[in-house]
Nanobody, 123 residues
Framework: EVHLVESGGGLVQAGGSLRLSCTAS????????LGWFRQAPGKEREGVAT????????YCSASVKGRCTISRANAENTGYLYMNNLTPEDTAVYYC????????????????WGQGTQVTVSS
């Protein structure tokens, strides 16, 4: 059974940082690209970052570029999203997703999804 489990969310003050983790099981993790997405109340799901299966290619969206690092540790079946200089606009449920093949920011292309972890940034 496929599982993606996010952790590391919580309450953080503006200007702070968080590292979200995504632990995976039940599929060939090192053959799947990862994506991080977020959804704030009243807004559509937004792509945050993506990383290729081997970790060589990374991308962060314009909304978080300069404040975002996506990484992965394939030997541990774990992906990470690090964000700093957080603002209240970063408040959202953050989701980890995985797909075969190339990385993408299109959510509909992803095969597997975690349950999400809440990130709340206070001013």
């Amino acid at each position: 059974e496929v599982h993606l489990v996010e952790s590391g969310g919580g309450l953080v003050q503006a200007g702070g940082s968080l590292r979200l983790s995504c632990t995976a099981s039940g599929f060939k993790f090192d053959e799947h690209a990862l994506g991080w997405f977020r959804q704030a109340p009243g807004k559509e799901r937004e792509g945050v970052a993506t990383i290729s299966s081997g970790g060589s290619f990374t991308y962060c969206s314009a909304s978080v570029k300069g404040r975002c690092t996506i990484s992965r540790a394939n030997a541990e079946n774990t992906g990470y999203l690090y964000m700093n200089n957080l603002t209240p606009e970063d408040t959202a449920v953050y989701y980890c997703a995985a797909k075969g093949g190339l990385e993408t920011m299109y959510a509909d292309m992803y095969d597997y999804w975690g349950q999400g972890t809440q990130v709340t940034v206070s001013s």
